[in-house]
């Protein structure tokens, strides 16, 4: 009794080897190689949402425009205090008014910053503009 430390360990320094500091790293990379893909994936696919939304609401703007007899050129004609829109919409890629009318009835708005991974365009309607 007496020579050995009971229940202490000898090494007494504290904080992390440089092994141990390197495999948290590692894991924190091979995390983070798997999540930013992720995110940015999951961002376009919002910002695509969020856009598809707003030539929801032109469309329904530019009906509403040509219900009241009026022929708007531009989504700036439709929109503002006082119009169908209440602010000109932007499309949450670039920040800007990249939105075009439909350039005849049967079709639909559309915006300049669509792509074929991330299309920003509504839904074909079928049943809308045939020519019967
Ligand atoms: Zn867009």
Redesign the pocket.
């Known amino acids: 009794m007496g020579k050995f430390a009971t229940g202490t360990s000898a090494r007494t320094k504290t904080g992390f080897t440089l092994v141990e500091v390197m495999i948290a790293v590692l894991i924190v990379a091979v995390l983070a190689s798997v999540a930013v893909p992720n995110y940015l994936r999951y961002r376009k696919a919002t910002q695509m949402n969020a ?1 598809i939304s707003n030539l929801s609401n032109i469309h329904i703007a530019y009906e509403q425009a040509k219900l009241a007899g009026r022929h708007p050129a531009s989504v700036e004609d439709i929109s503002g205090p006082g119009k169908y829109l209440s602010v000109v919409p932007l ?1 949450p ?1 670039t920040g800007t008014n ?1 939105y075009s009318l439909p350039a005849t009835d049967s079709d639909n708005p559309t ?1 300049a ?2 792509t074929d991974d991330y299309p ?1 365009r509504l839904p074909e309607n079928p049943g809308r503009g045939s020519a019967n």
């Open positions: 856009c499309c890629v990249t915006c910053n669509s920003h």
